[in-house]
Structures are given as C-alpha cells and as structure tokens.
C-alpha cells in the first residue's frame, strides 16, 4: 500500500555535499522504520542509515558515520539523507526502504517490506 519515491541524486566532486530525499505515497502511520541501502558498481548492496518513528534512533554504517545524516519528517511523510565530505567509493544506486511490520533489524534488507527505485549518486575524483 506504501510507495517510496528517491530523488536528490546527482554528479558531485570528491569532498562535496548531496542532499537525498525519499517521499511516500500515503501515510506513515504504520511504518516503523526507514533507512537507505546502496549498490556500488559491482558489488552487493550495503546498508547505509536507519531512522525510527520517533527520530531519535539512528543508525549508520561504520563507512559512512560522522559524513552522513539522516533525518525524518513524519508530516511531509518524507525521509532525508544528507551526505557530506562524499568519496569515490560513495559512488552508487541509492535506495529508500520502510518498514511496517513493526519488527527485523534495521540493518538488514530483510528488515524492511517496502523499497523505492533507487536513485544514482556518481562521485567523481
């Protein structure tokens, strides 16, 4: 019932900054949890960064923590993932997932039921 929509994605230089947005369809009231993977090129996909309902938990991949902020604003129905001081190795696809079922690790893709299409992020050097 829940669609997921990223934007934001783009060319940035090494050390630059991007800001990426993930809307959903209809109402959060029963999503719990939201979070970013990504896919490098040829390589699995990772996970990046989770947020819960509240905001105050968050959680990120040791690669990314102290560069990558993510934020929720249940109103908008809309989550955010600021990334800062971007590397090569950021280069990649980068997906929005929600969870509505109230339960699973938040770092795990088998934590979530919902997946937007992903969006590409190309960080030249």
């Keep these: 019932q829940v669609q ?18 993930c809307a959903a369809s209809r109402g959060t009231f029963s999503i719990y949890a939201m ?3 990504r896919r490098a090129p040829g390589k699995e996909r990772e996970f ?3 947020i819960g309902w509240s905001s105050t938990n968050t959680y990120y991949a040791d690669s ?26 950021d280069t ?12 699973g690790s938040s770092w795990l893709e088998s934590g979530y039921d919902y ?11």
């Design 64 to 89: 990314v923590k102290g560069r990558f902020t993510i934020s929720r604003d249940n109103a908008k129905n809309t989550v955010y993932l600021q990334m800062n001081s971007l590397k090569p190795e």
């Design 48 to 50: 990046v960064a989770a």
């Design 4 to 21: 997921l929509v990223e934007s934001g994605g783009g060319l940035v230089q090494a050390g630059g900054s991007l800001r990426l947005s």
């Design 92 to 103: 990649a696809v980068y997906y929005c997932a929600a969870n509505s079922l109230g339960y």
């Design 115 to 125: 997946w937007g299409q992903g969006t590409q992020v190309t960080i030249s050097s």
């Design 35 to 37: 979070g970013w993977f």
